[in-house]
């Protein structure tokens, strides 16, 4: 299941960049962020795909939701300019950013390459 994150839920289980100036990554799991509005189109269009993979993939990745309207900082931090933009996190290493609604198969491929997880 997809999780919402606020600011402070996201500090404590991704990334506290207002502590850390290098990246250091809190979470126990690796995970995909999704950058979304309500009002987005292309952003309501993947959210099946992403509850889907989150059952899929349950207990080897967590995926998370920051709704850019309500999260501006978060958004800002990031440089999300336009949505669906999605962060991936590896247990160790960078993040990786994609944009766009990404269909099912190219996330999978996304989440074996960069999250290391498959299914």
């Not at 933009?85 to 994609?98: I, R, T």
């Not at 944009?99 to 190219?106: C, E, F, S």
């Not at 491929?109 to 498959?118: A, F, P, R, W, Y």
Request: glycine share 6%; aromatic share 10%; proline share 6%.
């Amino acid at each position: 299941m997809t999780e919402l994150l606020s600011k402070e839920t996201f500090f404590e289980k991704v990334f506290n960049f207002e502590k850390n100036k290098e990246w250091k990554f809190e979470g126990e799991l690796p995970c995909i962020i999704d950058f979304y509005a309500d009002w987005c189109g292309p952003c309501k269009a993947i959210a099946p795909v992403l509850e889907e993979l989150s059952n899929e993939y349950e207990g080897k990745v967590n995926i998370f939701k920051v709704d850019t309207e309500v999260e501006q900082e978060l958004s800002a931090a990031f440089g999300i300019r336009s949505i669906p933009s999605m962060l991936f996190v590896p247990k160790d290493g960078e993040p990786q950013m994609a944009q766009g609604a990404l269909p099912k198969h190219q996330l999978e491929k996304i989440m074996n390459e960069v999250l290391l997880v498959s299914k």
